[in-house]
């Protein structure tokens, strides 16, 4: 089991920036992946960004490319989703998750952290 606790979240003016973190406890050591996505009402949830927990890989998904950048501290075991310029669309509730070791998805996630953008 891996437990995961998002925080950072807030509301904010479009054009400012927020950094969101996840902090990962228990079976660390069998995190493979872990990716941050977003639902925003009447939406259904969609990919953010992931990077890998060894080699630090990452991928974004086209809208917040250039904007939105992730990151990890492995000795915190915390990933970070540093959120620039940010834009009204890109509210929503904002979800870490965990993709152990030899499993094909998502298996572990957080509760959510609400980023709201004022226009």
């Known amino acids: 089991q891996v437990q995961l606790v998002e925080s950072g979240g807030g509301s904010v003016q479009a054009g400012d920036s927020l950094r969101l973190s996840c902090a990962a406890s228990g079976r660390t050591f069998s995190i493979y992946r872990t990716g941050w996505f977003r639902r925003a009402p009447g939406k259904e949830r969609e990919f953010v960004a992931d990077?890998?927990?060894?080699?630090?890989?990452?991928s974004y998904r086209g809208s917040v490319q250039g904007r939105f950048f992730i990151s990890k501290d492995n000795v915190k075991n915390t990933v970070y989703l540093q959120m620039n310029s940010l834009k009204p669309e890109d509210t929503a509730v904002y979800y870490c998750?965990?993709?152990?070791?030899?499993?094909?998805?998502?298996?572990?996630w957080g509760q959510g952290t609400q980023v709201t953008v004022s226009s």
């Open positions: 990077i890998m927990w060894s080699g630090g890989v990452t």
């Open positions: 998750a965990v993709q152990p070791g030899g499993a094909g998805q998502y298996d572990y």
